[in-house]
């Protein structure tokens, strides 16, 4: 799903390949970043919260849309890893690095953002999707934090599948500095995955429809974050 590289002389091509520096760092941030993330992740001990709407999604064999916030990117590549699920990437720096560590655990991509290149991004998405899962951070790739944007329902929309809400919460963490707030979990430390109530879109929703979808959307995945918080105040079942 990734498109043709573009030369790096086309007024076209994004900035940052413009750069030997910085297409040497995405190649060493790749190179190292996979590694690490695996062996990071291979040490969190995950709970699931709504597992029986996890079986419903595994056992149904349909395609879906996953929607999260854009700063619990880390665990939910490692938990949703090798099910041939389709992302959209930006294709900035930060972009660039992060789909190739994905690609590595097995997902595919789709280039662009609310920013460049949205709209051949989602129809990338839209195409992917016809036979596999996709994935959206709904707030990405600038934010507001926490605020649902229109592409995820546009998406479900077009396609007919159904959005799933997930969240992901780590009882020992790091925050980054970063406008997403992004969480990376402290080594072993215990991850809950909130599922939560699936949102469905209409192929006829009209703008108001679509709006109150998002609505709909925003509210879940608030209510996934806090089944998250709930079960991390609960004793450690290990």
Not at 49 to 63: E, K, M, N, T, V
Not at 109 to 137: K, V
């Amino acid at each position: 799903m990734t498109g043709a590289t573009r030369p790096v002389d086309d007024p076209r091509t994004p900035p940052w390949r413009q750069s030997w520096r910085q297409r040497a760092q995405v190649a060493l941030i790749a190179g190292l970043g996979a590694p690490l993330l695996r062996a990071l992740c291979g040490t969190l001990r995950v709970e699931i919260a709504g597992a029986d709407r996890l079986q419903a999604i595994d056992g149904a064999g349909r395609p879906f849309i996953l929607a999260t916030w854009h700063g619990r990117i880390l665990p939910s590549v490692w938990f949703w890893r090798q099910r041939g699920m389709v992302v959209v990437i930006s294709e900035n720096f930060d972009g660039e690095w992060i789909a190739r560590i994905v690609t590595r655990f097995g997902y595919g991509t789709a280039r662009g953002s609310s920013s460049r290149g949205g709209a051949r991004a989602l129809r990338q998405l839209a195409r992917a999707a016809r036979q596999s899962p996709t994935a959206f951070t709904v707030d990405g790739p600038r934010g507001p934090a926490g605020v649902v944007q229109p592409g995820v329902v546009w998406l479900a929309k077009a396609t007919g599948h159904a959005i799933v809400p997930f969240h992901a919460e780590a009882d020992r963490h790091w925050t980054l500095g970063s406008w997403d707030r992004t969480q990376i979990p402290k080594p072993f430390a215990r991850v809950v995955m909130a599922v939560g109530e699936a949102v469905s879109v209409p192929a006829d929703a009209d703008a108001a429809a679509l709006d109150q979808a998002s609505h709909v959307l925003q509210l879940r995945l608030q209510d996934a974050e806090r089944a998250c918080r709930q079960a991390l105040a609960s004793p450690d079942p290990a």
